[in-house]
């Protein structure tokens, strides 16, 4: 098992340049995330799929979109990059069972730089 | 809403030595609590979680945390540390939203660093 997969590792944007992280996971989890991870922030949740088909906003959804395009993949785009959004991006999955609160397992992370 | 303290960013200490990790939470009918390790350039992995019976949990690793629930604590500890062990460690708790799922909110991370 590969776990949760991210790509792509790094990436550098201009300022209004859009891009698209991908997000995908092998283990069958039903539940998805998507967190950044700034200095002295800990994590903050942007954005989450609870299941398949369903998306919903987390702490910090402002200017960011997902797409769970199918079990496996969930997708985090930026329209138009600003400077704070540089941060290192984590995508996360778990199982979901009877509202409780299984461990999430993380992808090793996207590190963007916005200029 | 949930939230997570850990007031130590950063705790050196030398190899061998014992070590506590601070984590206090905001109270909730129901509490489910987690630790966290992240080595560096890497992901966050699941380091050990309460979410009933026994107050006291332990990692495979030598880690261990108590639930205190009047204290709405749960610090990490471990009795001797390695220098493997350096990394930044983060508290979480879970959150029921609005829509009946359960989220997990972290603290900000306590950077663990070991010296020979």
């Known amino acids: 098992n590969a776990g949760v997969t991210q790509t792509p590792k790094f990436q550098v944007l201009k300022t209004g340049q859009s891009m698209t992280l991908q997000c995908a996971q092998d283990m069958n989890h039903n539940s998805m995330y998507w967190y950044r991870q700034d200095p002295g922030m800990g994590l903050r949740l942007i954005y989450y799929s609870a299941s398949e088909g369903t998306t919903d906003k987390g702490e910090v959804p402002n200017g960011y979109n997902v797409s769970r395009l199918n079990k496996r993949e969930f997708s985090l785009r930026l329209e138009s990059a600003a400077p704070s959004q540089t941060s290192v991006y984590f995508c996360a999955s778990s199982l979901r069972l009877a509202g409780v609160p299984y461990e999430q397992y993380f992808g090793p992370g996207t590190r963007l730089t916005v200029t | 809403a949930q939230s997570v303290t850990q007031l130590d960013s950063q705790v050196p200490v030398f190899e061998e030595a014992p070590v506590e990790l601070r984590c206090n939470y905001s109270s909730s009918v129901s509490v489910y609590l987690f630790w966290y390790v992240q080595y560096p350039n890497q992901g966050l992995q699941l380091l050990l979680k309460?979410?009933?019976?026994?107050?006291l949990v332990e990692s495979i690793n030598g880690f261990e945390a108590e639930f205190n629930k009047s204290q709405t604590s749960f610090h990490l500890r471990k009795p001797s540390v390695h220098i493997s062990d350096t990394a930044e460690y983060f508290c979480a708790v879970s959150e029921l939203g609005n829509t009946g799922f359960q989220k997990l909110v972290f603290g900000t991370g306590t950077r663990l660093l070991v010296s020979p």
């Open positions: 309460y979410l009933s019976g026994s107050t």
